[in-house]
């Protein structure tokens, strides 16, 4: 069976740096910092203060009363970036087969917020147990996708993935997976998250998961750097649709790039440390680059997991080098949770998008907030420190690792 060709039509974003693929895109190339101090609660008892968050944001400016009531935060920036990517792909909805159309949406965590404020309730108010009608359809990590599926009447596969931070990444991969087996000719994919409240930043916290370098919370986020200390939470949401290649063509869709294959792996070591030698982090990438049909030599970059943990980095630098080799020297690496933080199960789709753009413009977007070189981390590899770099960029892999050792990796290539 000769499997389909997938391309990506439509990018939809809402993110600390910009409610728009335009204004992350721009910010990204510049080298922006959306990290700042935190708004949503007071931050007084906790040791990290800061974060990035989706700046500019109403709920009123995109859903009425009612429906905003309904809808958590993570599902609100899902629908807001799914509907940026329908409209940027053109598609015209009485044209296409719905039975056809398919939506696996993503999120580590769900609806935290108001799992948060249930519970917090529950608890001020007494024994006598008051939860909202909306409290379980609010809060699970399904409903995001439901909610897509319903407004757009796509009636194909409808199902949320969750492997933590690296969710919308698995989204991705199933996506085109369905396509390439003919199940389906049209996906909108992605994932949302909104884990910025006293639950989330608390938990990590606990967990000496995140930097707590609030003196200098503009650029905490500091990937490959030796003073790094954690990741910095970020928030919004990245949708894509992936489309089986003959059928964008017939519509004449916008075609940004095409995906051409994915990988997944274990590390089965630890549930939140990577494996030290970065096994997983190679073995994904060899398997997306094996799905692909692509030499090391192909790739020109790697969008890195790269969240500025103190292990984390480390084990990704070694895993590159194990794959690539030599080539290793000659690709451009970022890692744009330097300027978006990290977005947990959004992570992976935003970055794809990043990886996307880099590709059509051949613009490399840089890893900020470097000074200090790490002594393990080997300083000859180009992780485009500081600034932007242009190149020409034929492909493109983007990883994403997520607590429980799971490992995704996808590969975008140029559009011919």
């Not at 970020?234 to 992936?242: D, N, S, V």
């Not at 420190?385 to 034929?394: A, C, D, G, I, L």
Request: proline residues 3%; aromatic residues 8%; glycine residues 10%.
């Amino acid at each position: 069976m000769e499997l389909k060709r997938v391309v990506i039509t439509g990018l939809g974003t809402i993110t600390p740096l910009g409610n728009t693929t335009q204004e992350l895109w721009e910010n990204l190339k510049n080298g922006v910092s959306g990290s700042d101090l935190i708004t949503r609660f007071d931050t007084e008892k906790f040791k990290t203060k800061f974060a990035c968050e989706v700046k500019n944001y109403d709920a009123k400016e995109h859903f009425d009363r009612k429906e905003a009531r309904k809808l958590d935060i993570y599902a609100q920036f899902a629908l807001i970036a799914a509907e940026q990517a329908v409209n940027d792909s053109k598609l015209d909805l009485s044209a296409i087969n719905l039975d056809k159309a398919g939506v696996i949406w993503s999120s580590g965590i769900g609806g935290l917020q108001t799992f948060f404020e249930e519970i917090a309730g529950f608890v001020k108010g007494g024994n006598t147990p008051r939860f909202s009608p909306f409290f379980i359809p609010k809060m699970i990590s399904d409903i995001a996708s439901g909610h897509i599926s319903i407004k757009y009447g796509f009636r194909g596969p409808n199902f949320s993935t969750v492997s933590a931070c690296a969710s919308s990444t698995n989204a991705l991969i199933d996506a085109l997976t369905y396509i390439r087996l003919g199940k389906a000719e049209i996906f909108i994919a992605g994932g949302s998250e909104a884990a910025i409240n006293e639950a989330g930043v608390g938990g990590f916290n606990a967990m000496q998961a995140l930097s707590t370098n609030n003196e200098n919370y503009k650029t905490a986020s500091r990937p490959f750097d030796v003073t790094r200390d954690g990741f910095v939470m970020g928030e919004g949401g990245g949708a894509l649709i992936l489309e089986e290649y003959e059928h964008a063509v017939r519509r004449g869709a916008p075609i940004y790039a095409e995906i051409a294959g994915g990988g997944m792996s274990a590390d089965a070591h630890h549930l939140t440390a990577p494996h030290p030698e970065g096994r997983g982090a190679a073995m994904v990438m060899k398997n997306a680059l094996e799905d692909a049909g692509l030499n090391p030599e192909d790739i020109d970059y790697i969008n890195v997991h790269g969240t500025a943990t103190p292990l984390g980095d480390i084990a990704e630098v070694k895993g590159i080098k194990t794959v690539f080799g030599e080539h290793a020297y000659k690709l451009n690496i970022s890692a744009t949770k330097s300027m978006t933080g990290h977005l947990l199960g959004a992570a992976g789709a935003v970055e794809a998008i990043a990886a996307i753009l880099a590709v059509k413009h051949n613009i490399i977007p840089p890893t900020i907030n470097f000074e200090h070189d790490d002594p393990e981390i080997d300083n000859k590899m180009n992780f485009t420190f500081n600034k932007s770099q242009t190149r020409t960029v034929n492909a493109a892999l983007s990883n994403t690792f997520g607590f429980g050792g799971h490992n995704s990796s996808v590969i975008f290539k140029s559009f011919q």
